[in-house]
């Protein structure tokens, strides 16, 4: 063999070297984003499960089981939350706020790590959904915050959820 032959052979490892190195970097980008695909895509399933959950039950705690005629007999807005400190006897929509004593709910998969859920509920006026209510009112918004350990991203979703009483 030559010595424009060995050139030739060894210019062509060198770049084959650099086709194998660029896709086995594509393939692990591909891996990161797939998993980071996912992570996001549970963390909304979780968010959506929480408001959902929340939404099945009655308003308010004295709504449950009689009708109220005034927002003042409403639960107060400083008082939103389980009733009884238990997270397990959820009967109501602003037993949600702050789901448990330490703030959040923690959610163990072996697959993608552990998901914090962190909720809020407090009144909110009909003209104004996005701010807070000071007083009873006629409508709650439940904000449900979802993080993972393995990824840097928050989802937030939000749901307003009004008394009606025919």
Request: hydrophobic share 40%; net charge negative; with cysteine.
């Amino acid at each position: 063999m030559g010595t424009g032959q060995m050139l030739i052979t060894i210019g062509a490892i060198a770049i084959l070297g650099g086709v194998i190195l660029s896709v086995n970097r594509n393939i692990d980008n591909t891996g990161t984003i797939l998993l980071h695909s996912n992570i996001g895509i549970e963390e909304v399933s979780l968010a959506s499960s929480v408001m959902e959950e929340a939404q099945g039950l009655a308003f308010d705690e004295i709504t449950d089981t009689s009708l109220v005629s005034s927002p003042s007999e409403l639960t107060p807005a400083n008082a939103l939350g389980q009733e009884n400190g238990d997270s397990t006897d959820l009967n109501d929509f602003d037993d949600f706020n702050g789901l448990n004593n330490n703030g959040h709910l923690e959610i163990d998969t072996l697959a993608t790590g552990i998901y914090y859920v962190y909720t809020r509920v407090c009144y909110v006026n009909q003209n104004d959904p996005m701010g807070n209510a000071n007083t009873q009112t006629w409508n709650k918004r439940l904000d449900v915050w979802v993080w993972n350990t393995s990824s840097t991203d928050t989802v937030k979703m939000q749901s307003v959820f009004s008394y009606w009483a025919f």
